[in-house]
């Protein structure tokens, strides 16, 4: 069984970057796909960025595409979150879960969320 939990977030100025990590610990060999979320105040939670599958393939929302960058580290059984150009509207909790594709994210293992604020 595998458990994530997030860390990375903070206060930072709008135009600015912060680096997000989720970190796993246990294993669970049917795991192949790992994503972002957030939840902004007052609106349900949205998908950021997923990576998965053997090949890495990345997918990003509009709002983050070109901004934010996903992608992992083996080794360290972790994902991270590069945000770069913030911008207000970027302030959210931020999640990271770990799933099997077929299963879908919602059997996922979800972290308890890193506060992200960007001031403008």
Do not use: H
């Not at 509009?62 to 911008?87: E, H, P, W």
């Not at 879960?97 to 996922?108: E, I, K, Q, V, Y």
Request: with cysteine; aromatic share 10%.
């Amino acid at each position: 069984q595998v458990e994530v939990a997030e860390s990375g977030g903070g206060l930072v100025q709008a135009g600015g970057s912060l680096r997000l990590s989720c970190t796993a610990s246990g294993s669970d060999a049917s795991v192949n796909a790992r994503g972002w979320y957030r939840q902004r105040p007052g609106n349900q939670r949205e998908l950021v960025a997923t990576i998965f599958g053997g090949a890495d393939t990345t997918t990003y929302a509009d709002s983050v595409s070109g901004r934010f960058s996903i992608f992992r580290d083996n080794a360290r059984n972790t994902v991270y979150l590069q945000m770069n150009k913030l911008k207000p509207e970027d302030t959210a909790v931020y999640y990271c879960n770990w799933w099997n594709l077929a299963a879908g994210p919602s059997f996922g293992a979800w972290g308890q969320g890193t506060q992200v604020t960007v001031s403008s």
